[in-house]
């Protein structure tokens, strides 16, 4: 089922992790930013858009993990975007004959069955340093920056004050850091959101990949909390985060423990190199 949440911009939210994708009506069709995770859901989504008239002329991925990276025939062969970094990252990983082994390894079977690989990652790279998506509709602005994942994107509809803030600034997760493609995990998330920061002024609806959708009131206070856990995490204090323990696991087997094995791997690196990043 779609949901507005701006002029011209609805959600269609999985059961998988509450993963929110995005559609962005335009002149000529519509942009999907991270389509969805069931098979059965993204033909819902396919079904409701062509009920509404629209098809998909431009796709996005915020990150180069899985559950951003999946698509569906109905959708149809629009372009799908992502940084040119992004792109690369998913390039790198998917030209591994094992690739699919791998992933396979990371989701619990009962919701493996339900994904359908065939159409996964098959991204376009925009040029480094594009700065909005090519496509026929509202200006959409990149903000690239390294936390999470390599060449995530934050993407900000200025003219419906909607920013679609891929895997940061949920209320159900802990900010999540990417501790193996990066040497500076820790100053790499407090950059991000920095920049985030500096538009949150112009936020009327945070859209977060995983999780409910914030009000302008919200932008501020889910800025300050991720801060908040990073700074713990940096400091290997106990964060006083809601979102630390079962609720941020939804129930499922596939996430527990992802606050205690960041802080293992960060003590690790300081062990090492004397400082977590
Ligand atoms: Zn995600």
Redesign the pocket.
Known sequence: MLRQVAEGVLIHQSEF?Q?NAVVVEGRAGALLIDPGIYGSEMACLASDLSGLGQTVVAGFSTHP?W??LLWHAGLGAAPRYGTARCAATIRDRLSGPHWKDSLAGMIPPDIAEQISWDLFGLITGLPAETTRIPWDGPQVRIIEHQAHAPGHAALLIEERGVLVAG?MLSEVLIPMLDLNDTAEPIENYLAALRLLEGVAGDIGVLVP??GSIGGADQVRARIDQDRAYVHALRDASVPGDPRVGPSATFGKDWLPGVHERQLQQLARRTERDGTPG
């Open positions: 992790c993963s993990h559950d951003h895997d990949g995983h």
